[in-house]
């Protein structure tokens, strides 16, 4: 359950409303660029880092309908990505470009030719946002394991240092 008051208007000031992912703890100002915001027809949101934690916030929230769900827009050039929304927006999936909790990228773009232009430049597969849904359930399982073992490792590292 989204963890926030009631926002009626969830894209005003969104990453100060919503700055740390509530599944992960990731900032979502430095991971801009792979952010999904998800307002539930309850007017409670969820600010996410990825499309793989809004997938777990889907998951979870299940008897709360969607009202809107936006993502980054990485085609546009701006300090910060603005967000679209998910209806108008294009994937690129299992691209070259590096994934955001997830082995197999999953890249917004607010266009379907800025998705297109994307894949002649790094390669894999146009979708829209249901696809790329699909692919982030479909990694689930193994996108975790892959958290839990770099998480693991990076406490481990961290005991190590002196200190």
Same mark, same amino acid.
């Given at each position: 359950m989204p963890k926030t008051p009631k926002d009626a208007n969830p894209l005003e000031n969104e990453l100060s409303k919503y700055p740390k992912c509530p599944y992960c703890g990731m900032d979502r100002t430095q991971f801009h660029h792979s952010r /999904? $915001? *998800?307002?539930?027809? +309850? +007017? $409670? #949101?969820?600010?996410?880092? @990825?499309i793989h934690c809004l997938a777990v916030s889907l #998951? *979870?929230? $299940? +008897?709360?309908?969607?009202?809107a769900i936006y993502a980054a827009d990485n085609a546009s050039t701006q300090a910060v990505k603005p967000l679209v929304?998910?209806?108008? #927006? @294009?994937?690129?999936?299992? @691209?070259? $470009?590096?994934? *955001?909790?997830? /082995?197999?990228s999953k890249v917004s773009y607010a266009t379907r030719e800025a998705a297109m232009a #994307?894949? +002649?430049q790094h390669g894999g597969d146009f979708g829209d946002f249901a696809a790329a849904l699909t692919a982030s359930y479909a990694d689930l399982a193994k996108d975790t394991? &892959?958290?839990r073992r770099r998480r693991e490792e990076r406490r481990?590292? &961290?005991m190590k240092k002196p200190g």
């Open positions: /999904h $915001l *998800v307002h539930y027809s +309850d +007017d $409670l #949101a969820d600010g996410t880092c @990825s #998951a *979870v929230n $299940l +008897d709360r309908e969607p009202k929304n998910v209806d108008q #927006a @294009s994937y690129l999936i299992g @691209s070259k $470009l590096p994934g *955001v909790m997830t /082995h197999r #994307a894949k +002649d394991l &892959m958290i481990q590292r &961290m």
